[in-house]
Structures are given as C-alpha cells and as structure tokens.
C-alpha cells in the first residue's frame, strides 16, 4: 500500500517550500488546499453546494465563498450540511490522486491544517515544518503584502508548535534554507527505507 506523508506547518513556516523540494526530487505531492479549491469550482460540487442554501450563492459560474462563509457562520445546521457534502468529496478526490501512485512507495500530502481537520490521523507519517513566531510574521508579511495584525489574525486559528510537534514523526526546522533542505533529505533517506 503506498503510504501517505503529511506536510504541514504553520502560515509562513515554509510548508509550501519544502511541498516544492520534494516535488523536485521526484516525489507525487499532493497540495491540499490547491486541490480543495479547484474541486469547489467544479460544476458537480457547485450545484450540490448550493442545494444547502435557499440564497443564491453561486457568482459568475463560481461559488460565492464569502456569502457561504457569512451564511454558516450563523446557522450550524447548514454547516453541518455544508461539510457533509464537501468533506466527503475531497475525500474522495485525494483517494483516486493516491491511486494513481498505487506503485509508488509513499506520496507527499501537503495540508495547513492536517492537525486542525483531524486528517493527520489517516497519514502513515507526518512531517512539521517549523520556524520561530517573528521569522514567520516577517515571511507573511513579506509575500502578501499584509500587516502584522493580519498575519496574527490568520495565526490565531492554528495550532501551536508545542501542540503539534509530539505528534509528528519528524520535524523540519526552517530558518536557514540550506539547513532545512539538508534535513527533508535526511527525511527522505528515512521514507525510502520504509
Ligand atoms: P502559508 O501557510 O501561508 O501558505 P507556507 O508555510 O506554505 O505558508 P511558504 O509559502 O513556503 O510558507 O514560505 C513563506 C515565505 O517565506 C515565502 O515567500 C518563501 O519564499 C519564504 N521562505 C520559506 N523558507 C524560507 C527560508 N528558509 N528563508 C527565507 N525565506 C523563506
């Protein structure tokens, strides 16, 4: 069975980086959250998603993510709904991506919140990527232009270090690019022995 190897790491730890590295050496990565928004706008998912409301939430072809977001926040009934119908087809479409690496060893899922969703449960090892409170800040703000207050607002929904680091097989300390790079090979030494 080919194994599944979570990636995750906290808004600018460098997840994403890592993801990038191993795609390079060869590794099927899987970008969760790419992946969930392309399966949002697909015309299947859209009509189904929107049987949930009454309101029209579908805008030129697309669904209206901050009408949805407004709608569930006040009602947990449609919520539940929401989530039972989008959960299971992104499940369903990371179960036919695994299958089309039935040959490979092990493939890479690179999730932001793997802890937070519970999805770390169904990966055979997880890999955190860490990187001091104020060098992620600086990253964030860097790359999109945003103010610390809004990095901090995006923060406060994840999950500490300290929370998710003693349940990850290996951690990927991210501050100096080349060091972090020699450690996903280290890494990678020990998936290929699996
Ligand atoms: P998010 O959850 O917000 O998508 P992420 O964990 O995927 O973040 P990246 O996008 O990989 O993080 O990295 C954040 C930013 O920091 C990027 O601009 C990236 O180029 C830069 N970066 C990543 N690692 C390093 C490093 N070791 N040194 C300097 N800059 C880095």
């Given at each position: 069975m080919t194994k599944i190897i979570g990636l995750t790491g906290g808004i600018g730890s460098g997840k994403s980086t890592i993801a990038a590295y191993f795609k390079k050496r060869g590794i099927p990565v899987y970008i969760a959250d790419e992946e969930a928004k392309k399966l949002m706008n697909t015309p299947e998912v859209i009509k189904k998603v929107q049987t949930v409301f009454d309101e029209n939430i579908i805008e030129n072809?697309?669904?209206?993510?901050?009408k949805i977001a407004e709608l569930v926040f006040?009602?947990?009934?449609?919520?539940?709904?929401?989530?039972?119908?989008?959960?299971?087809?992104?499940?369903?479409?990371?179960?036919?991506w695994v299958e089309k690496y039935k040959d490979r060893p092990f493939v890479i899922?690179?999730?932001?919140?793997?802890?937070?969703?519970g999805t770390f449960k169904d990966c055979d090892k997880i890999i955190l990527v860490t990187a001091p409170?104020?060098?992620?800040?600086?990253?964030?703000?860097?790359?999109?232009?945003?103010?610390?207050?809004q990095v901090l607002e995006r923060m406060k929904n994840q999950w500490s270090d300290e929370k998710k680091i003693p349940l990850s097989d290996y951690v990927?300390?991210?501050i100096d690019l080349e060091t972090a790079i020699k450690?996903?090979?280290?890494?990678?030494?020990?998936?290929?022995?699996m």
């Amino acid at each position: 069975m080919t194994k599944i190897i979570g990636l995750t790491g906290g808004i600018g730890s460098g997840k994403s980086t890592i993801a990038a590295y191993f795609k390079k050496r060869g590794i099927p990565v899987y970008i969760a959250d790419e992946e969930a928004k392309k399966l949002m706008n697909t015309p299947e998912v859209i009509k189904k998603v929107q049987t949930v409301f009454d309101e029209n939430i579908i805008e030129n072809n697309q669904l209206n993510r901050k009408k949805i977001a407004e709608l569930v926040f006040s009602s947990p009934e449609q919520l539940k709904k929401l989530n039972s119908i989008v959960h299971p087809e992104v499940r369903k479409h990371f179960t036919d991506w695994v299958e089309k690496y039935k040959d490979r060893p092990f493939v890479i899922k690179e999730a932001a919140i793997l802890f937070e969703s519970g999805t770390f449960k169904d990966c055979d090892k997880i890999i955190l990527v860490t990187a001091p409170e104020d060098v992620k800040i600086d990253r964030v703000m860097k790359r999109d232009k945003v103010s610390k207050g809004q990095v901090l607002e995006r923060m406060k929904n994840q999950w500490s270090d300290e929370k998710k680091i003693p349940l990850s097989d290996y951690v990927i300390q991210n501050i100096d690019l080349e060091t972090a790079i020699k450690k996903t090979e280290e890494i990678l030494k020990e998936l290929n022995k699996m």
